[in-house]
T-cell receptor, first 117, second 114 residues
Framework: GAVVSQHPSRVICKSGTSVKIECRSL??????MFWYRQFPKQSLMLMAT?????????EQGVEKDKFLINHASLTLSTLTVTSAHPEDSSFYIC?????????????FGQGTRLTVV | AQSVTQLGSHVSVSEGALVLLRCNYS??????LFWYVQYPNQGLQLLLK??????LVKGINGFEAEFKKSETSFHLTKPSAHMSDAAEYFC????????????FGTGTRLLVSP
C-alpha cells in the first residue's frame, strides 16, 4: 500500500511555544488530507480536512487559529499547534487520500505524540 | 448522519481462540465500512473494507468481516487468535457527504493471553 510519513513521531515542547507536524505522502499525490486527534484510550476525532491549494475545513469546535493547517502541495500537509498548552497534549494522526476509486483509499501516518510541559 | 457503534471496549481471548469484534452501523444509504487496527503509538492500518461488491470481506492477517444489512452489522472475525493480534481495532463508516470523511467507532482493545 501507499506510504504516509508523519514527522516527528514524538515532540515535547514548552507551554506557549508552537509546534509543527508534517504529513507527507511518499509515493502518491494526496488530493485530500485529514488531521485527527486521539486522546488516550479513545477514538480518533477528526479535526480538519484539507485539499491542496485551498483552506482547510475545520470540524465544529476546533479552533482554526490554534491549529493551523497548510496543504501546500499534493504530497505535504502541515499542522501547527500555536501557543501550545498542556491540554493540547495528545496523539495527532494524519491521513492522506488519493484515487478515484469507490471509495477512494485513505492511508494513515504513524502519528505524533505531542507533550506540552 | 452516519455512525458506527462498537460493542465492548475490551475483548479478551486465549491464543488460538475465535476472535469476534462487533460493529453496528447507522446509515440511510448503502455504507462503505472499514476495519482498522492500531498498535501502540502507531497510526492506523486498514484490515479490510466493504464496498458492496461482496458481503463477506476477507482482509489481511486472516481477518474477515461479514456485512449483514438486516442486522446493520459488520462484525470482524478471525478463526484463531495470535499473540500479535493484540491491538486496538476501529470500525469506521465513510460519510457520503462533503469530503467523505471517515467516522470512527470508539474502538475495541483486543487482549490475547497465552
Amino acid at each position: 500500500g501507499a506510504v504516509v510519513s508523519q514527522h516527528p513521531s514524538r515532540v515535547i515542547c514548552k507551554s506557549g511555544t508552537s509546534v509543527k507536524i508534517e504529513c507527507r505522502s511518499l509515493d502518491f499525490q494526496a488530493t485530500t488530507m485529514f488531521w485527527y486527534r486521539q486522546f488516550p484510550k479513545q477514538s480518533l476525532m477528526l479535526m480538519a480536512t484539507s485539499n491542496e491549494g485551498s483552506k482547510a475545513t475545520y470540524e465544529q469546535g476546533v479552533e482554526k487559529d490554534k491549529f493551523l493547517i497548510n496543504h501546500a502541495s499534493l504530497t505535504l500537509s502541515t499542522l501547527t499547534v500555536t501557543s501550545a498548552h498542556p491540554e493540547d497534549s495528545s496523539f495527532y494522526i494524519c491521513s492522506a487520500r488519493y484515487g478515484t476509486g469507490s471509495p477512494p483509499e485513505a492511508f494513515f501516518g504513524q502519528g505524533t505524540r505531542l507533550t506540552v510541559v | 448522519a452516519q455512525s458506527v457503534t462498537q460493542l465492548g471496549s475490551h475483548v479478551s481471548v486465549s491464543e488460538g481462540a475465535l476472535v469476534l469484534l462487533r460493529c453496528n452501523y447507522s446509515s440511510s444509504v448503502p455504507p462503505y465500512l472499514f476495519w482498522y487496527v492500531q498498535y501502540p503509538n502507531q497510526g492506523l492500518q486498514l484490515l479490510l473494507k466493504y464496498t458492496s461488491a461482496a458481503t463477506l470481506v476477507k482482509g489481511i492477517n486472516g481477518f474477515e468481516a461479514e456485512f449483514k444489512k438486516s442486522e446493520t452489522s459488520f462484525h470482524l472475525t478471525k478463526p484463531s487468535a495470535h499473540m500479535s493480534d493484540a491491538a486496538e481495532y476501529f470500525c469506521a463508516v465513510r460519510s457520503n457527504t462533503g469530503f467523505q470523511k471517515l467516522v470512527f467507532g470508539t474502538g475495541t482493545r483486543l487482549l490475547v493471553s497465552p
